[in-house]
Structure formats: C-alpha cells, structure tokens
C-alpha cells in the first residue's frame, strides 16, 4: 500500500512520518528528492541554471545558491511557476521511480510519500489514501512564529500560500490530529496502523 502523506506548513507532519517510520513504513521524502534533483550535474540544476542564470550557481562547488535563487522567485509568481515547471516534475518522476522500487522491494510494507504541496500540485489520485497532519490554523500560525523566529504578517503570508488546512483535513482519508501532546499524535498513528491490518 502507498499513501501520501501531506499537512501544513508547521502543522507536524515530519513528526507523523517518523513515527510511521518507526513502525516500519518505508518513506520518500520530496524535500530530500528535491535537493538531490539539483545536485551538480543533474538535469534540473542546469535547467534552473539556463532559466535563472549562473548567479544561482555557486561558484566553488557548483552547487545550487538557494539564497539567490530565493530572492528571485519569493516575490514573484511568474519566475516561481518557472521554476516549479522545471523542479515539480523532476521530483515527482524520482519519487514515483522509488516507490516502484520500495513496492517491488517490500511488496508488505507501507510507503509513504510525503509531499508538503501534495494537493496543490494535483497528486492525491497517485496514492491509495492521502494522511494529512492536522493542526487548527491558529495553532498553525503560533507554532510557525515560534519555529521560524517570524511576526504574524509573515506567518500569515506563508500559510496563506497553501491550500488551507482546513480543505485538506475534508478531503483526506485519514486525519491525525496533531495538535494535542506527542503521546496523542503516537496513538492515533497505532489506530491508523491497526486499522490497515499492518504488520
């Protein structure tokens, strides 16, 4: 079985992943295949590079300058849909390569994917089941404050550039609840898992 595994920005879903990790699910991570798609000498580097120009290389290593990239795109919708062009189906076709891997490898294990901009990007019907980590937003905007060292505006903003969390909870097949104690978020996971008759 493979699920996709989504949530909020600051809603705890790194926290629901390792402990369906530790149960022994299997996981693919878009946020580490997105940085191993921009390594040096990958296609996607030099397709940002072609688009963006070689500020966005540094110049040491080859690697890519995420700073300068940042200050392009942050701002601007247009250059930041160019680069999504360019990295979101680079990384999807690696995740998807993987999951084939991990279910031809472990053909009784649960995957996971976990992808932050899962709906957004138009993925959930690649899964058997989408799990969102749920926290209300307001609780969402407080823990991104104390996380990142940001005022409310900023918070907000951020957020705002998601679907919002409640939309997410509706349609998800399974909501954890994330915003009790650790020891909640444990024990719905163990539901979860008995209820999908893992082993």
Do not use: C
Not at 35 to 55: H, T, Y
Not at 67 to 94: C, M, S, Y
Not at 148 to 161: G, M, Y
């Amino acid at each position: 079985m493979k699920i996709g595994l989504t949530g909020g920005i600051a809603t705890g879903k790194s926290t629901v992943a390792s402990m369906l990790v530790e149960r022994g699910a299997l996981l693919v991570d878009a946020d580490q295949v997105a940085r191993e798609v921009v390594m040096p000498g990958e296609p996607a580097l030099e397709a940002v590079a072609s688009k963006f120009g070689q500020a966005v290389i540094h110049k040491e290593d080859g690697t890519l300058d995420r700073k300068a990239l940042g200050a392009i795109v942050f701002n601007n919708k247009d250059k930041l849909a160019q680069l999504e062009g360019i990295l979101h189906p680079a990384i999807r076709t690696r995740m998807q390569q993987r999951i084939q891997q991990y279910e031809i490898d472990f053909p009784q294990k649960l995957v996971v994917a976990d992808i932050p901009l899962l709906y957004e990007t138009g993925q959930a019907s690649l899964y058997d089941g989408i799990m969102v980590a749920y926290v209300p937003e307001k609780l969402q905007l407080e823990r991104l404050m104390l996380r990142n060292a940001i005022d409310a505006d900023e918070a907000q903003h951020r957020v705002k550039l998601q679907m919002d969390i409640e939309e997410k909870k509706r349609r998800a097949e399974w909501v954890i609840d994330n915003s009790g104690t650790l020891e909640e978020t444990s024990r719905q996971i163990s539901l979860f898992w008995k209820s999908q008759g893992l082993l």
